[in-house]
C-alpha cells in the first residue's frame, strides 16, 4: 500500500485531491531572482532540490531581453535549474509553468515571474519603473472613468540597480483632459511641476528603492465612449538610456437598472 500514489485531477490537469502526492506531481514552478547579478552568467532555478521535480515533470522557461522585447523560448527540461549567460546593463525577464497534463496559459505576460540585470559594475537601473491609471497597469479595461470624474494617476520610479539614479520624468497630458493642480505630489523630494502640457519631475532614487508620483486628470466633454485616454511617460536615467510606459482609462457611462416592486 505504500507504493500506491491516488490523484483526482480536472480536465486542466488541476490537482483537486491525492494522497502521497510527492511521488506523482510537481509542484508549480516558481522562478525567483534578485534584482541584479554581478556576472555575466548566472543560475535561474524554478523549483527547489528535494521538491521532488527533477526527472519527472518537464519545465517549459521562456526569457526576454528588456522590458520590450519578445518572449523567447529558452529551455524545456526536466531540470530544476539552468545557467543563463547575458550582457552588461541588460535585464532579463523570465517565466516558467510545467508542461505536466495540459499546461496553463501563460498569464504573466508583462513582467513576467523574475527579473534580474546583469551589471559588471555599478549603476542605476529603471526599467522597473511603471505607470498606474485608478491602480491599474499598461491597458487595464477595468480602468474606467464616468463623464466628469477624474482619475489618478501613480508614476513609479523604481531603480533596481547598485548605483544611485539622477532621474527625470517628462509625462504629456492627453489633449482630451485637465490637470487638477493641486494633486501633484512626490513621496521623496519636489512634487512634480507642470511645463507646457506636460508633467515633470527629477531627483534622486536610490538604490533599491522607488519614488511614487501621483496626480489627477479631469477629461473634457470631447472625449467619446469606446475612446481610451492614453498617454505615455518618459524615464531618463537608466543604464541604456531612455525608457518609456504607458498606461490607458476608458471612458464608461452609468446604467440604472428599473427596480421593480412586487
Known amino acids: 500500500m505504500n507504493q500506491l500514489t491516488i490523484v483526482y485531477a480536472d480536465n486542466a490537469g488541476n490537482l483537486l485531491a491525492g494522497h502521497d502526492l510527492t511521488r506523482c506531481l510537481a509542484p508549480h514552478p516558481r522562478i525567483e531572482l534578485q534584482s541584479w547579478v554581478e556576472t555575466t552568467s548566472f543560475t535561474v532555478a524554478w523549483a527547489r532540490p528535494g521538491d521532488g521535480w527533477a526527472g519527472v515533470a518537464t519545465t517549459q522557461v521562456q526569457f526576454r531581453d528588456g522590458y520590450e522585447g519578445t518572449w523567447t523560448d529558452w529551455l524545456a527540461t526536466q531540470s530544476i535549474s539552468a545557467t543563463f549567460s547575458g550582457a552588461h546593463g541588460h535585464t532579463y525577464f523570465f517565466r516558467a509553468r510545467s508542461l505536466w497534463g495540459n499546461p496553463a496559459d501563460w498569464t504573466d505576460e508583462e513582467w513576467g515571474q523574475a527579473f534580474t540585470t546583469v551589471l559588471t559594475e555599478s549603476a542605476p537601473v ?3 519603473s511603471r505607470k498606474l491609471v485608478n491602480g491599474r497597469g499598461v491597458d487595464s479595461r477595468t480602468s474606467w472613468f464616468l463623464a466628469g470624474q477624474a482619475f489618478s494617476y501613480t508614476l513609479l520610479i523604481s531603480n533596481t540597480g547598485n548605483f544611485c539614479a539622477t532621474a527625470v ?10 490637470l487638477l493642480t493641486g494633486t501633484l505630489a512626490s513621496d521623496s523630494g519636489l512634487p ?3 511645463a507646457g502640457d ?15 508620483l501621483t496626480y489627477a486628470l479631469s477629461p473634457t466633454a470631447e472625449i467619446q465612449l469606446g475612446e481610451r485616454v492614453t498617454n505615455a511617460m518618459q524615464i531618463a536615467g537608466s543604464i541604456l538610456g531612455p525608457l518609456e510606459r504607458q498606461a490607458a482609462a476608458w471612458p ?11
Open 126 to 128: 529603471l526599467v522597473a
Open 169 to 178: 520624468v517628462t509625462d504629456p497630458m492627453p489633449a482630451e483632459t485637465i
Open 192 to 194: 512634480p511641476g507642470l
Open 198 to 212: 506636460a508633467i515633470v519631475w527629477s531627483g534622486t532614487v536610490s538604490a533599491g528603492q522607488s519614488v511614487r
Open 252 to 262: 464608461a457611462f452609468a446604467c440604472w437598472l428599473p427596480v421593480i416592486l412586487k
